[in-house]
């Protein structure tokens, strides 16, 4: 009884034990395409060209690593435009899906839920386009407080997006999941919603269950998620068995929220090759590429393409 106590109230905090075997032992690594979903080209990693990762240098940071689409976000939404103008990523076949997001400075972090400004900013974008076509989606942005899912702007982005079919990516708890969907015109029955972290703050499992259950175009970001890997980097039982319950609700994403995840690109994807190798092959390849590529009406890249 002590026992089971302890094991839930650890798996519970995020920690994966390892107590059921999850994967052979030598499970080969994933070798498909990649859709990084969840990828920021931020003002300080291009910086008019001038910084550390133009687009020459993160077009070759993906396609090293195999990422044939992205979606891209940028504070401000300048990055977003400079990869979809990009003729590194044309040449490289990397598909960029364009998102609006939120934040024209760090400023707007802590106040873009509440600030009309944003809105008007966001119509502006949406109606401009990108030249990659259409903008696809709104975000990431952040809810510190999941109250904050009340606040005017984000209501008003949320009926937006579902309006317009448009889908939303955001840095949430679970509790501000319920909210924001509730702020939807279908009550969260047609709204996209792509969780960033899945709950970085460590959400149960039985809780993220709980909430894929409940709104049917909810898709979980795997990029920071805690309980997700054990030592060694292979996934752990509880999320293996979550994914085979809601095979086309997973993606994965980069989060070059700072350079140094750019730097640190190559070890990101071959953490991922890692943990995907443990599923059945028709799951790693859904989570890698198919159900991002199937939100956004991409097809498989050819082999060896």
């Given at each position: ?81 400079t990869l979809a103008e990009s003729k590194e990523a044309g040449r490289a076949g990397i598909t960029v899906v ?208």
């Amino acid at each position: 009884m002590v026992r089971s106590a302890l094991v839930s109230l650890l798996l519970g905090a995020g920690f994966c034990l390892g107590l059921v075997p999850a994967h052979p032992a030598m499970a080969a690594d994933y070798t498909g395409p990649i859709f990084d979903a969840h990828l920021h080209y931020n003002e300080e990693a291009w910086n008019g060209r001038a910084g550390p990762y133009p687009p020459a240098e993160a077009v070759t940071r993906m396609q090293r690593n195999g990422v044939r689409a992205i979606i891209a976000n940028s504070r401000p939404n300048t990055g977003t435009h400079t990869l979809a103008e990009s003729k590194e990523a044309g040449r490289a076949g990397i598909t960029v899906v364009p998102f609006v997001r939120v934040y024209r400075n760090r400023a707007d972090y802590t106040n873009w839920f509440r600030d009309e400004s944003i809105y008007e900013m966001v119509r502006s974008e949406l109606s401009r386009g990108s030249a990659s076509g259409p903008f696809r989606g709104i975000g990431e942005f952040h809810l510190y407080e999941s109250a904050n899912a009340r606040g005017p702007v984000a209501r008003k982005l949320v009926e937006l997006a579902e309006r317009n079919n448009l889908a939303l990516l955001a840095h949430v708890d679970d509790d501000a999941i319920d909210l924001l969907m509730a702020a939807s015109p279908s009550g969260g029955q047609k709204l996209r919603l792509i969780w960033a972290h899945t709950g970085i703050g460590g959400a149960p499992v039985a809780r993220v269950r709980e909430l894929l259950e409940r709104y049917p175009l909810l898709v979980g970001e795997l990029s920071y998620r805690p309980g997700l890997t054990s030592e060694g980097g292979r996934l752990c039982p509880e999320w293996r068995k979550l994914m085979e319950r809601f095979p086309t609700r997973f993606v994965i994403g980069s989060d070059t929220w700072v350079n140094q995840r750019w730097d640190s690109y190559d070890d990101i994807m071959r953490g991922y090759r890692t943990w995907l190798g443990d599923l059945p092959p028709e799951l790693a390849q859904r989570v890698a590429w198919g159900n991002a590529a199937a939100i956004f009406g991409l097809k498989a890249p050819a082999p060896g393409s």
